[in-house]
C-alpha cells in the first residue's frame, strides 16, 4: 500500500510560518514512511522535525498539550480536523492519499458484482482512504449504480464515518439497498454493520474482494449482548473516561453513574489516556468495566481485558437509557 503525502504544503507551512522546531503525528499505518518524510522535509526548510513515536488512534487523540513546551507547530497527517481545538501549538492538517491506479483494476469485478446484485448503494470511507472511494464511486456510476453519500454530523465530510460515528450511513439508510464501505480493518464496518439493518460490504486497499461483514457483525452481537449480560450482574463497576483531548465525555460518565447507583451499585469514575489491560488490575475490586472514551476499547480489544468491559451506549442500554441496541 503506497501512501503519497503532500510534503509541498507542509514545507510551504514551515517557510511562511519561519517555524524552527515541528511535530509529525501520524496514524501507525503511515509510521514506517514518517522518518524519510521527517528528514525530507528538514533538507528542504531547516527546521527541527519531531516524530511523535505515540500511537495516534484518531483526530480525537491530537497530543497537542503534551508538546506544547516542545514544538511550535504540529503536523497531523492523516486524520481532518472533526472538532475545533484552541492550543497555543498551531496544528496542520495534513491530507494523505493511498494510490489508486492500480487498485482500481484490482477491486473491478468485486464492483461489478456489487453492481449486479444492487441498484442503490450507500457509499462509506474513513478520511485517509477517501481518494479509493471516489475511484470506487466513479466505477459504480460507471455501471449505472445509484451512489449515495450522506452529510452526518458537523464532524464529518459527506459520506464519512468514524469508529464511534456512523450518522452519515443512517441518513441515507432508508434510500439505499446496502453500503460500500472503502477503508482498512472490520472495526468501522463491523461499526456500521452493527447500527443498519442492511448488507453492509467492504473494500479496501489490502482486501479486493468483495466482503460482506453482515455475518461478522451478527456473530459480534451476540458477544456483545452476552457481555453486557455479564456486566448486569456486577455490584462494583468503574466508568473510564478518556484524557484524550476528543475523547473526554464526564458528562454521559455522570449520568451513567446516577443511573448505576439508582440500581444499587457502587461506582468509580476513573481517568485513562490510554485505557490498557495492565492499568486496570490496579483496581482488583471493580468487576466490570464501561468506556465513554474510544467504543474501539471495548468492541476490539474485549479479550485482552480479565473482566467485562462495555461501551457507554451499551451502558445505556443495559440500564434503560436507550431502548434500542447500538454499539456506540
Ligand atoms: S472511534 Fe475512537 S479513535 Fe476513532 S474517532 Fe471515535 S473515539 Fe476516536
Known sequence: MKIIV???ETVSLILERKYR?????CPEG?????????????DKTGCLVIVIGEPCRGPCDIKYKQLEDLVEALFHFAHRETTPIKSSVSIHYIPVKIDSKGWINDVSSSLKSLADRHEKIGLLTTPPYSNLADAAERKLRELS???LKGRGSKRLKRGEILGCDVSSALEVLGEVEAFLLVGDGLFHALGVALTVD?????????NTSLMNVK??????????????????????????IGLKPGQMNLQRALRLKAAL???GRTVNILAFDEVKPSKLLNFPSIEAFIVTACPRIAIDDYQDFNRPI????????MVGLKRVYRPF
Open 198 to 206: 442492511k448488507p453492509v460490504y467492504k473494500l479496501g486497499p489490502e
Open 30 to 42: 503511515l509510521k514506517p514512511q514518517i522518518l524519510k518524510l521527517a528528514h525530507k522535509i528538514e
Open 145 to 147: 449504480v445509484s451512489v
Open 310 to 317: 462495555i461501551t457507554a451506549a451499551e451502558a445505556e442500554y
Open 261 to 263: 447507583e439508582k440500581e
Open 21 to 25: 522546531v515541528v511535530g509529525f503525528e
Open 6 to 8: 503532500d510534503t509541498e
Open 215 to 240: 455475518g461478522e457483525a451478527e456473530k459480534l452481537l451476540v458477544k456483545r449482548l452476552s457481555m453486557i449480560e455479564k456486566v448486569r450482574d456486577k455490584k462494583e463497576i468503574g466508568i473510564i
